[in-house]
C-alpha cells in the first residue's frame, strides 16, 4: 500500500523558516507526476498550498504561498519537501502532502484546485507565533 510520512512541523515565531519533508513509500515514485502540498487553518477549508508537476517540472503556488514557499521533489529519497520562509501566523494550521497520477500539467492543475488526489498523508502541525 502507498504510504506519505510528513515530517518537519513545529512551531516558529514569525518571520522564521520551516521545512516539511514526504517521504513516499510503497509504490514506485516515478508513478506519481504530481505532487501537492495542503493545508487546513482552523475554520477555513482545506486549501492548496503549491505542486509539482514532473512532465515538465513545473511548480505552481497559490497567491498565499508564492514568494515565500518552494516546493521540490528528491527523487533520489522519493521524498517531496516544502521550504517555508516568512511564516505568518495566518499560516498556522496542518499542512499534508498528496500524491497523484495525471496526464498533463492541466490536469495536475485541475486536481490540485479540486483536492482530488488518490493518496494523502496523515498531516503534520505549524504553529506560527506572533
Known amino acids: 500500500a502507498v504510504a506519505l510520512a510528513e515530517s518537519g512541523g513545529g512551531s516558529v515565531q514569525g518571520g522564521g523558516s520551516l521545512k516539511l519533508s514526504c517521504r513516499v513509500r510503497g509504490f514506485p515514485w516515478s508513478n506519481f507526476d504530481c505532487v501537492a502540498w495542503f493545508r487546513q487553518i482552523p475554520g477555513k477549508e482545506r486549501e492548496g498550498v503549491a505542486f509539482?508537476?514532473?512532465?515538465?517540472?513545473?511548480?505552481y503556488y497559490t497567491d498565499s504561498a508564492r514568494g515565500r514557499f518552494t516546493i521540490s521533489v528528491d527523487n533520489r529519497e522519493d521524498t517531496v519537501v516544502l521550504q517555508m520562509s516568512n511564516l505568518k501566523p495566518e499560516d498556522t494550521g496542518k499542512y499534508f502532502c498528496?500524491?497523484?497520477?495525471?496526464?498533463?500539467?492541466?490536469?495536475?492543475?485541475?486536481?490540485?484546485?479540486?483536492?482530488?488526489?488518490?493518496?494523502w498523508g496523515q498531516g503534520t502541525q505549524v504553529t506560527v507565533s506572533s
Open positions: 509539482s508537476y514532473s512532465g515538465d517540472s513545473s511548480q
Open positions: 498528496a500524491v497523484t497520477r495525471t496526464s498533463a500539467q492541466s490536469v495536475c492543475y485541475d486536481y490540485f484546485h479540486k483536492g482530488d488526489f488518490d493518496y
